[in-house]
């Protein structure tokens, strides 16, 4: 009785791979591998789904959507601005700041990526150029954001300290990041 069912499924296999519509054979027609399913639907972004992490405070799983995100749509200046501010959030200042730097180069008028550039700065004691970072945040906000003009503030505050530490002195600067048209904070742990 085995030897029966391995014949059959000898010759089951060998019917599918002669079938011309499929089976074994090899579609000349496409050099490439096949992509999966073409019905499955669309992926989720990955800038979107980095942002819903980093919202939830993962921010390791947040830097992996945000390269799955580089590789879908290239390196613009959103993916190389959410690549430095969860950088930032891993407490990888160098990383972070290369990355802003680039966001920043890629396009220059792109205010979340001077201000989270500018929060790194002034994390690094770069006080000076911070300052300057954020003023031109701000100057590309027209001032509308106001975690933008409160990162400017406490800039100019710490830049021209005079050593008072009072309870005032909060020294919490805030990520933003660009979400169709809007500015969003995220807050800081």
Not at 51 to 63: I, Q, V
Request: charged share 20%; proline share 4%; glycine share 10%.
């Amino acid at each position: 009785m085995k030897q029966n069912w391995v014949g059959f499924i000898l010759a089951l296999s060998l019917l599918t791979a002669c079938d011309p519509a499929g089976g074994f054979q090899r579609n000349t027609d496409n050099p490439f591998a096949p992509t999966g399913h073409p019905k499955r639907g669309e992926s989720v972004d990955g800038l979107l789904v980095g942002h819903r992490l980093m919202a939830a405070g993962e921010y390791e799983l947040a830097l992996k959507a945000y390269y799955r995100a580089a590789g879908e749509q290239g390196m613009t200046a959103d993916v190389y601005s959410a690549l430095g501010s969860a950088n930032l959030k891993l407490g990888r200042l160098g990383q972070a700041e290369t990355m802003l730097r680039k966001a920043v180069k890629a396009d220059q008028k792109f205010p979340p990526a001077w201000n989270n550039l500018g929060v790194v700065l002034m994390e690094r004691g770069k006080t000076a150029e911070a300052r300057q970072v954020f003023r031109t945040a701000y100057a590309l906000d027209s001032g509308q954001s106001d975690s933008i003009r409160d990162n400017l503030r406490l800039a100019i505050a710490k830049s021209q300290d005079t050593g008072y530490t009072g309870p005032d002195n909060d020294d919490n600067f805030s990520l933003v990041r660009r979400g169709h048209g809007s500015f969003l904070l995220l807050s800081t742990p």
